[in-house]
């Protein structure tokens, strides 16, 4: 039986950088909170897959969970958006199986570093006629819909915002059984101003 392994790695990490440049959406850095894994199949790397802060503004993702305008900033650090998932492997199944590790596994690794319990997790998938969800469908997420295709940019904090259009994409989540949104935490970086949409991921 093969053994699938990951291996917790910095963003810059060298071999996570190789697999992250050949990803289908552009390498443009990481922020907030984050963790990246190098995928291990028998001792050989074969795939990269990575968590972040949740974006700010969805409003079917809010509605899965039962974000609020009053509770999101300290509830939305137990969303963990899966930003980057790469495989380069193809065996039936594989990735299901590391998808469903990657869940526990960062869902643990999360609670520890930034001591927030994990709900559930985000997605964003760009459909192409190869590229529809099926893999988040097969591990049981569920599909909210699309997000409306434009996102807003700003140079620097206090610049006015910019609303350019985007690539829509399709939008899945999964909550974590017996667990509940933070109602503690607030992370810096969880503010409407600072954070990505989900276009720009």
Same mark, same amino acid.
């Given at each position: 039986?093969?053994?699938?392994?990951?291996?917790?790695? @910095?963003?810059?990490?060298?071999?996570?950088?190789?697999? &992250?440049?050949?990803?289908? =959406?552009?390498?443009?850095?990481?922020?907030?909170?984050?963790?990246?894994?190098? =995928?291990?199949?028998?001792?050989?790397? +074969?795939?990269? =897959?990575?968590?972040?802060?949740?974006?700010?503004? !969805?409003?079917?993702?809010?509605?899965?969970?039962?974000?609020?305008?009053?509770?999101?900033?300290?509830?939305?650090?137990?969303? =963990?958006?899966?930003? *980057?998932? $790469?495989?380069?492997?193809?065996?039936?199944?594989?990735?299901?199986? *590391?998808?469903?590790?990657? $869940?526990?596994?960062?869902?643990?690794?999360? &609670?520890? $570093?930034?001591?927030? %319990?994990?709900?559930?997790? %985000?997605?964003?998938? !760009?459909?192409?006629?190869? &590229?529809?969800?099926?893999?988040?469908?097969?591990?049981?997420?569920?599909?909210?819909?699309?997000?409306?295709?434009?996102?807003?940019?700003?140079?620097?904090?206090?610049?006015?915002? !910019?609303? @350019?259009? /985007?690539?829509?994409?399709?939008?899945?989540?999964? @909550?974590?059984?017996?667990?509940?949104?933070?109602?503690?935490? %607030?992370? /810096?970086?969880?503010?409407? $101003?600072?954070?990505?949409?989900?276009?720009? +991921?």
């Amino acid at each position: 039986m093969s053994t699938i392994e990951l291996i917790k790695c @910095k963003r810059t990490d060298a071999v996570y950088q190789e697999f &992250r440049d050949r990803h289908y =959406i552009a390498n443009r850095g990481t922020h907030g909170q984050q963790m990246h894994y190098k =995928i291990s199949l028998d001792d050989e790397i +074969v795939g990269i =897959i990575s968590g972040a802060s949740s974006v700010w503004a !969805v409003k079917a993702r809010d509605e899965f969970f039962g974000l609020t305008k009053e509770n999101k900033r300290k509830a939305l650090p137990s969303i =963990i958006n899966n930003t *980057v998932f $790469r495989l380069e492997k193809h065996i039936p199944n594989l990735a299901t199986q *590391v998808l469903a590790l990657w $869940r526990r596994r960062c869902a643990k690794d999360w &609670r520890e $570093r930034y001591n927030v %319990e994990p709900h559930g997790f %985000e997605t964003f998938v !760009v459909e192409t006629d190869f &590229r529809k969800g099926t893999l988040y469908k097969a591990d049981n997420w569920i599909f909210l819909g699309e997000t409306f295709g434009s996102t807003k940019s700003h140079k620097g904090l206090m610049n006015k915002s !910019v609303r @350019k259009n /985007t690539n829509k994409k399709m939008i899945y989540a999964k @909550k974590i059984p017996k667990t509940k949104l933070s109602t503690e935490y %607030e992370a /810096t970086w969880n503010k409407p $101003r600072r954070q990505l949409s989900p276009n720009s +991921v």
